[in-house]
């Protein structure tokens, strides 16, 4: 069974920064793209940001473009996402995913159990 459990959340006042992380089991981590939703209160999930298998190829949204920097180490089973000069807006439960590089929600398969981040003023 796959599981992704993501940890790193929390409040942080705005432009601050926060890591989150997301440790992946159950399946050969190394063979897949990871990626990283997010979803606001009223809001629709949208995507953050992705890494390919190697490492090699990242891509984001653009409303995190230059703040937000997505990682992995394969021999730890792990994906990061550093955020920097967090905003209000960025305010959103966070979802780890595993899949196939693409900012749609229907090329992963598997998706973690979220975790809160909240910007304060």
């Known amino acids: 069974q796959v599981q992704l459990v993501e940890s790193g959340g929390g409040l942080v006042q705005a432009g601050g920064s926060l890591r989150l992380s997301c440790a992946a089991s159950?399946?050969?981590?190394?063979?897949?793209?990871m990626g990283w939703f997010r979803q606001a209160p009223g809001k629709e999930r949208e995507f953050v940001a992705a890494?390919?298998?190697?490492?090699?190829?990242?891509t984001y949204a653009d409303s995190v473009k230059g703040r937000f920097t997505i990682s992995r180490d394969n021999a730890k089973n792990t994906v990061y996402l550093q955020m920097d000069s967090l905003k209000l807006e960025d305010t959103a439960v966070y979802y780890c995913?595993?899949?196939?590089?693409?900012?749609?929600?229907?090329?992963?398969?598997?998706w973690g159990q979220g975790t809160q981040v909240t910007v304060s003023s």
């Open positions: 995913v595993s899949g196939s590089m693409s900012p749609s929600t229907r090329r992963y398969d598997y």
């Open positions: 159950g399946r050969t981590f190394s063979s897949y793209a």
């Open positions: 890494i390919s298998w190697s490492g090699s190829s990242t």
